[in-house]
């Protein structure tokens, strides 16, 4: 099963408790729409039909998450400093040109 990037799922499930939160508040009776949203992408993501399940299952997924938590930029030189070359790759290298057979001129019919 593919799983959502750490990120991604840190941020859904940050977003649905604060939402939970403010809802046990204000003491709705039903959750809001971006709530509801929240819960169906949740359990889409970590592949449960419950949003506890789903909530328990992307806490343990961010637990043993390997990857950082954001996104990772790219590095970037200070100004004035060069741009190392890249590596030789097989596929930075231009393909051969093929030889096609040479057109023949249409034969003329005879009137």
Same mark, same amino acid.
């Given at each position: 099963?593919?799983?959502? *990037?750490? @990120?991604?799922?840190?941020?859904? $499930?940050? =977003?649905? =408790?604060?939402?939970?939160?403010?809802?046990?508040? +204000? +003491?709705?009776?039903?959750?809001?729409?971006?709530?509801?949203?929240?819960?169906?992408?949740?359990? $889409?993501?970590? +592949? /449960?039909?419950?949003?506890?399940?789903?909530? =328990?299952? @992307? *806490?343990?997924?961010? @637990?043993?998450? /390997?990857?950082?938590?954001?996104?990772?930029?790219?590095? /970037?030189?200070?100004? +004035?400093? #060069? $741009? #190392?070359?890249?590596? @030789?790759?097989?596929?930075?290298?231009?393909? #051969?040109?093929?030889? /096609?057979?040479?057109?023949? =001129?249409?034969?003329?019919?005879?009137?």
């Amino acid at each position: 099963m593919l799983r959502p *990037h750490p @990120a991604v799922l840190s941020r859904l $499930v940050e =977003e649905y =408790e604060a939402l939970a939160a403010v809802e046990a508040v +204000g +003491g709705a009776a039903e959750p809001a729409s971006r709530a509801r949203d929240l819960e169906y992408t949740l359990c $889409v993501s970590t +592949g /449960t039909r419950d949003v506890k399940d789903a909530l =328990e299952t @992307a *806490h343990r997924w961010l @637990a043993s998450a /390997t990857a950082p938590e954001t996104t990772t930029a790219r590095k /970037t030189l200070p100004v +004035g400093e #060069p $741009v #190392p070359a890249r590596s @030789a790759s097989p596929l930075s290298r231009p393909l #051969p040109l093929r030889r /096609t057979p040479p057109l023949r =001129e249409p034969a003329v019919l005879a009137e």
